[in-house]
């Protein structure tokens, strides 16, 4: 009885566990999970780093108009960055006043602005189109050679251009300012063809069976479908002339045709003194621009989220 008591415990209680030689080895250390910030804290980040970037970009518009809301006398004594106390628009009425005589820079701009926009986008969309949708013998050829021109410096052909200038009799002219670059440029052309090579081919033989010409389906087809690349261009071209410099200092010299970048140079030269009076030009010069991309911006993403996709 008492020799086959264990067998019996032990029948009841099972046979003993299985035992693994991999059960005495040491057991690899757990990884430690890289440091990361909580979603609050990287919010914050995002929003801290936002906040610098705009302050950076918001500097060099803020700081001019803060001194042209300053008089002379605060200017000197308080510095650029103290705020305006009081706030004044005296340099305003003296910029538009007899002293300072910014209407006529202003309205030469303008004028020009209006022309070479004009002429360059009609030209720009009436060639692109050309090269886009149109079957003609060394067409690629053509396209590449204008292309080509992109590059070539732009202050290279500034000695040509005023040597025919000269010889045109056209220096203190407005056609002097507008007739060198009232045609389109290689960019735009560039920009416009791909994008109207990008549109589906059966849309224009749908308006040609219609019995739309080419000019009708460049108007009612080509030109809304790529509405925004349009204004973007325009926005471009219109930023582009209204900061040009160097080409109206050397074809129109005379006060009577500065443009607004010429006329804020010469300012700035005679009223060496008076920073406030320049950096009221300059608001005045940059006024414009703003307005016109805030209230253009949503063509702008549009046309980037466009291209984007294509």
Not at 29 to 40: K, Q, T, V, Y
Not at 128 to 138: I, N, P, Q
Not at 141 to 146: A, E, Q
Request: glycine share 4%.
């Amino acid at each position: 009885m008492s020799t086959n008591q264990p067998d019996t415990q032990l029948s009841a209680a099972g046979p003993p566990p299985e035992t693994s030689p991999d059960d005495d080895a040491p057991r690899p250390a757990r990884r430690r999970r890289p440091f990361s910030l909580g979603r609050g804290a990287a919010h914050a980040l995002t929003y801290l780093l936002l906040l610098a970037g705009a302050v950076v970009t918001l500097a060099p518009l803020l700081l001019p108009l803060m001194t042209a809301l300053k008089t002379n006398r605060q200017y000197v004594a308080d510095g650029p960055l103290a705020l305006p106390d009081p706030l004044t628009l005296e340099n305003f009425r003296a910029l538009f006043g007899e002293e300072g005589d910014f209407i006529v820079p202003l309205a030469v701009t303008l004028q020009m602005v209006v022309v070479l926009v004009v002429g360059q986008l009609v030209s720009s969309i009436l060639a692109a189109y050309a090269f886009a949708t149109l079957e003609f013998r060394g067409r690629e050829l053509l396209f590449w050679c204008y292309l080509a021109t992109l590059m070539v410096p732009a202050v290279v052909t500034i000695i040509p251009l005023y040597t025919m200038m000269t010889l045109a009799d056209l220096k203190n002219t407005f056609a002097g300012l507008v007739v060198p670059f009232v045609l389109g440029s290689p960019y735009a052309v560039f920009l416009l063809r791909q994008n109207f090579r990008s549109m589906p081919r059966e849309l224009l033989d749908a308006a040609t069976l219609d019995g739309a010409g080419v000019l009708r389906r460049l108007w009612s087809v080509v030109l809304p479908m790529n509405r925004p690349i349009v204004v973007t261009l325009l926005l471009i071209t219109v930023v582009t002339q209204w900061n040009s410099f160097l080409w109206p200092s050397i074809i129109a010299p005379r006060p009577e045709w500065h443009v607004l970048t010429t006329a804020t140079s010469a300012m700035q030269t005679q009223y060496d003194d008076r920073i406030v009076l320049v950096m009221a030009a300059a608001v005045v010069a940059m006024t414009p621009l703003i307005v016109l991309f805030l209230i253009f911006q949503r063509h702008i993403t549009r046309a980037i989220g466009v291209g984007a996709v294509r």
